[in-house]
């Protein structure tokens, strides 16, 4: 597989390394050392698929050019727009061309979520009455000292994406809205810490993240009618736990296993494989992106009904 890698900032020096031999140009309008300054620039036939690391206002038209042309696209989350019906078309554009349109949440492939997912499936916590998310971590200054980071809605887009693809992965979709319980701005412009969910959905879901977690930070819980799953810390910061206790009736101390991993992140080169493996039968995700975009808008406008924020 030949490809593009466009935007050459933290994520797609990521991509970068992790494609390898794959990769065959890069774009990026101001990074030094980028082959191409926009995707125009690049010959249609020395490449089949593009990595899509850019600042979100440039995804949809990026994104437009590509598939148009048939190319496969694995593009940074979140993927947004101003109204759903730019999704729609990103979707319909990617079936009509039989082309991979691949919107990347690389903590699917966090080793412990997916053995999270495996114990969930499997049924043998029962019902699940609560699941919590706690992720933070201690970037706030780097987001404000940005050229275009801390703006809009802050960091509800950046890790709140992430918090809803893991309820799509894990639980499928809500049958409730989401409501914000708090809405904080310590240090930046825009949101340094959020804190949302699903009440009245089962399971429940309680999402809290931040910018002002000064160790970076990830917290799951999981409540369930025969015990509970617990994961403390992501593979990239290491070392990661997962926890599955087992209920005892009418109570008592429940007999729990452990396990820890002590590993560098394995999430971006099991992404991207699985994004080759995609490209042999043409698919999309767009059908997240655009609930998460619906939540997303109906959590902006609760925020501020006026549109004037």
């Known amino acids: 597989m030949r490809v593009v890698v466009a935007g050459l900032g933290v994520q797609g020096k990521k991509r970068l390394a992790i494609a390898g031999n794959d990769a065959v140009a890069t774009v990026d309008p101001i990074a030094a050392g980028a082959r191409h300054r926009g995707i125009e620039d690049v010959p249609l036939d020395i490449y089949d698929a593009a990595l899509v690391c850019t600042p979100d206002e440039v995804k949809i038209p990026m994104l437009t050019y590509l598939l148009k042309h048939g190319k496969h696209v694995l593009v940074e989350k979140p993927l947004v727009a101003e109204s759903n019906a730019e999704l729609v078309r990103l979707r319909d554009l990617a079936r009509k061309n039989r082309a991979v349109c691949y919107t990347a949440y ?43 980071r801390d703006k809009g809605m802050g960091v509800f887009p950046d890790l709140g994406s992430h918090l809803l693809d893991w309820t799509l992965f894990l639980f499928g979709r809500p049958t409730t809205e989401a ?41 799951c819980d999981v409540y369930a009618e025969n015990g509970s799953a617990h994961i403390d810390c992501l593979c990239k910061w290491g070392p990661s736990t997962f926890t599955l206790r087992r ?25 991207y494989e699985h994004f080759l493996r995609l ?24 925020l501020d009904p006026t549109g004037l924020d």
Do not use: Q
Request: net charge neutral.
């Open 106 to 148: 690389n903590h699917r492939f966090e080793p412990h979520i997916i053995r999270l997912k495996r114990t969930l499936d499997s049924g043998e916590l029962g019902r699940v009455y609560l699941a919590k998310f706690f992720y933070g971590n201690g970037t706030a200054r780097d987001v404000r000292n940005s050229a275009w």
């Open 179 to 219: 409501e914000v319980w708090r809405n904080d701005r310590f240090e930046n412009k825009a949101s340094d810490h959020f804190h949302f969910g699903f009440r009245g959905n089962i399971p429940e879901l309680d999402f809290e993240m931040t910018l002002l977690s000064w160790r970076n930070t990830f917290r």
């Open 247 to 271: 209920r005892v009736l009418p109570s008592g101390r429940p007999p729990e296993e452990t396990e820890t991993l002590t590993c560098a992140d394995p999430t971006w080169k099991a992404e």
């Open 279 to 302: 490209c042999a039968e043409p698919s999309t995700n767009i059908d997240n992106d655009i609930w998460i975009n619906g939540v997303f808008g109906s959590i902006r406008r609760s």
